[in-house]
Structures are given as structure tokens and as C-alpha cells.
């Protein structure tokens, strides 16, 4: 919502709040006047009146040294009599000179709080804007900071990642330096050729690890199509169970459940298993590592939780195993972006996966929408 339109609907509910007791207050004083005029001009009143004025007259007919004293009475009951004769003129009269003041009044009194009301918006409008600006350049600054912490976690990786291939080179090249200088001909041939195959492996190692940033960096874009995910975990669990070795991969399939729908990039969500397949192997090695996967589904979601055997996550380290470049295992072959690449895919498919411990061991838990068959 911008800001012009904040103003607006403070404008409007400003004179709605003037208006509403504007327009209650003329129908009170409308109904409190015709009450009072109604109560007033009583027509027992005027017969009163009207008795009052046939007996001064006969007071005066009967006093003669009082008649003019009756006469003056006599004249002033009449004349209150004419008025209650014609009450309308009388209400009207009243009643609409009391209406205009009573407007001029309550319109003038609205006019000045609307005019307060609206200084106040104003007020309330710009500290708004002020918080909201502020608001706005913290999360900048926070996202610039935490932009370039990113950056330096990357940095520090690509650092350490190249540093490694290179000091053995450069030991390498030490040794050859001086391998010349002591070693015969032949010795030395002999050394070179080992030199140069321990610089092959370290060189094919960086170009490796340039390779996986690489691909990281050029993950392709989902575009999922309706399958059968029970049908497609079948068929990728099969095929992964023949590509990875140390693995046992079991399918738990719900009962009374035939077909479950979504919307799916098939070979990435073969990735997403075979990454989550492979962590769980290098998160225990030396062993088979037992897998379960099973399924489930409500009427918005579908559920695969994939679960094995092995040592649960440490709680201190769980919330940050999605991070990239983050890993407990030491390896030159694990980059810390398996997990990251998961999360990446399954959000990008409009779902969500977490990592939960379940019976003592680990287990992640993807949903996806559902959708129709």
C-alpha cells in the first residue's frame, strides 16, 4: 500500500468520524424538538386559555373599576391563546432558526476537529513514513551485511579450496629445484615424472572443485510436470540403488493410496534424492547405511520423508545443514552444497523440506503441493 493511498484512507475515515455524529446529532435535536413542541402546545392548553379569557371578560363586565386591569390580562391571555391556536407557525419559527445555529455550531466544531484530526494524521502519516524509511534502509543494511558475509564465507572457501591443491604444488616445485641439483640425469627424469603426475592429480583436484562451484552456480530452472510421485520415487530409488553403493533403499508406500499427484522436475528431484542418499553415506562411513522412504499426503500435500539408520545431526549444527559451503564431513570431494542444492530445488518446486530427528536418527521431510490427477 503506498502512501498516497494511506493518506486517503485516513482522509475518508477522518470525515466519516465528523460526519456520523454530524448527522445523528440533527436527528436527535429534530426529534427533541418536535417532542418538546408537541408537549408544549398542548391543545388542554389552549381550552385553558380559552376559559382564562371568557372570565376576565366577565371580571371586567362585573368590576367596572378593575376593567382595565382585566383588560391588559384580557389581551395577554389572548394574544397566548393565537399561539396556541397556530402551533405550526410557532414550530417552524423555532425550529428553524434552532436547526441553523445548532448546524453552524456542530459544523463549526466538526470543521475544527477535522482541521485537529487532520494535523494529527499528518503527524501520525509522517512518523509512519519515517519508521517505514527506517525500517527499510536497516533490512538494506542488514542484507548488504549479511550479502557480504555471504561472500566472505565464499571467499574464505574458494581460498581454502585452492590453497589446498597449491602448497603441495609448490613443494613439489621446491623439490625439483633442487632434485636438479643433486640428482643424476636419470634420477632426476625419474623424479620429474612423479612430480608431474602428483601436479596432474592436484591440478585435476582444483579444476574439480572450480567444476562444482561451477555447476552450483548453474543449477538449470525447474520445469516440473504432473506425475505420480509414488510411481517416480519407484523408479528413481531403483535407479539410484544401482549407481550408489553401501546403500539399502526401501520404499514404504501408504495403504489405500493409489495415486498421488504433483507438480515435478523429474531428473531434479532425482538429484534431491541422490544428494540426500549421499549425505546420509558420507554422514556414516565405513558401513551400509539402511534408508526408508515413505509417503504421505493430506489434501494440499505430499509428503516423502526420507529416513536411514544412522547418527542424528548434532542439535547445535541442525539449523545451518541447508547453508551453503557448510559440512561436518572432511572430504575433498564435499563442497557443503548437497543439502543447499536440496533446499534450492524443492523450494523452486513451491515446497518445503526440514530435517527433524525421529527415533534417533536423522530424517528430512520434503512437501509438496498436491495436485490433480
Known sequence: MNRARVGWLLFVTLLVMAAVPLLASFYLLEATLRTSLHLGFNKDVARVLEQSSVNLRALGKLDSAQREHYRAQFDDVEALRQIYLAPELVSQSIEKPLKIYFGLGLGMAVLVSLAVATLLSRRVANSYRTAVDELLHQREQVRYLREMSSWQELAKMLAHEIKNPLTPIEVLVTSLSKAYQSKTSEEFVTHLNATETMVAEELQQLKSTVNKFSEFARLPQVQPTRANVLELLRQQLRAISNTLSSTALELREPTGVADLYADVDAPLFRQVLVNLVRNGVEANPGREVRFAISVGADERNVEVRV???????????APRIFDPYFSTHASKDNMGLGLAIVKKIV????????????????????????APA
Open 307 to 317: 529416513m536411514n539408520d544412522g547418527d542424528p545431526v548434532r542439535a547445535e549444527i
Open 347 to 370: 523450494i523452486e518446486h513451491r515446497g518445503d523440506i526440514r530435517y527433524q530427528e525421529r527415533d534417533g536418527h536423522p530424517q528430512f521431510v520434503i512437501t509438496l503441493p498436491r
